[in-house]
């Protein structure tokens, strides 16, 4: 399994460490930062961005199941930042 190399508990603290890094607001710093690009990545392991997807078979094999649920509003803050900011 892909997630072998990261024990699911680890990727749960660092979702957790993401969002109070975010403290509700829509960049990790100040301004939009390679911070914000990194971590767009990790949550891709929650549910892979609709840029990065090449289908329900990627999703099926990136996503952990029942982490979307628990961290659905970091999903939203990676699509809102990658829609913003990839122009």
Request: aromatic share 10%.
């Amino acid at each position: 399994s892909l997630h072998d190399a990261l024990p699911i508990s680890r990727l749960v603290a660092i979702l957790e460490e993401l969002r109070a890094a975010l403290a509700g607001g829509d960049t990790i710093l100040d301004d939009f930062s390679y911070a914000d690009i990194a971590m767009s990545f990790v949550v891709d392991f929650v549910k892979p961005a609709p840029l990065r997807s090449r289908g329900p078979a990627t999703e099926r094999i990136w996503a952990e199941p029942g982490l979307e649920a628990r961290f659905g509003d970091l999903v939203k803050w990676r699509d809102r930042v990658m829609n913003r900011y990839s122009n």
